[in-house]
């Protein structure tokens, strides 16, 4: 299909969700940046067919990174994925210049199809695409069944594992950043844990991740210790309970 041929620049500092969409549009020529600045420089030297922009980034975010492209008149398709998904939000991105809002978790067929969508000259039309759940379940088996659909066996375990062990770290460096009252790095934090685990089918991490953020966004700062105790316990287990699957699908 000439769509396959097509070259897309992935934007998004996590190693993660850069491995994530990369093995879903493997067909593709992909090419990645880990900031808007790398992602404009990227585009500079090899110019993309369409962009995932992620939003949230050090040194250069998303946004502003989307508004230079267009400011140069760069007119081929951004997609803005996000972990936001409320309909301001949707609203706000498409307004600024953007040409599509996914927001996360993203099924692989979902991605591919909206990528495919923009990258046909006939298709082009704005398509807002989100998936909710209706409560706290551990795993999301939809996702996961469909990844497994695109990826191998061994695939699908790395991808999970490596989120496991970043997720991990994370865990790790709030611990420290809570003794020094940086709630805005642990926010940062938070919302990347929450984006990658809905990503990966960890639907109820994902969801309790959204919650804390939420009470920090808030400047509920009280009994955070407690409530992240909590959340780690409750991410601990969700590894656990991945870790038990995957015994129960080598038996």
Known sequence: MPALKKRVLIVDDNA?????????LKDYDLTEAENGIEALEQFNTTAADLILMDIQMPVMDGMEC???????????????????????????????????????PLPPNTIRTVVGNWLSPDKQTLQVYTNKKPDYSEFDLDIIEDLKKYLTENEYKKLVVDFIDETKIFLNNIDLLTNKDDFSSIIRILHTIKGNAASLGFYRLSKLSAVLEAKLKNEQFQNFSDNFEAFKSNAYASFEAFKTQLNRNDD
């Open 66 to 104: 989307m508004k230079v492209l267009r400011d140069k008149n760069v007119s081929i398709p951004i997609l803005a994925i996000t972990a936001f998904s409320g309909n301001e939000d949707r609203d706000k991105f498409i307004n600024e210049g953007f040409s599509d809002f996914l927001a996360k």
């Open 16 to 24: 993660v969700n850069r491995k994530y969409l990369k093995t879903v």
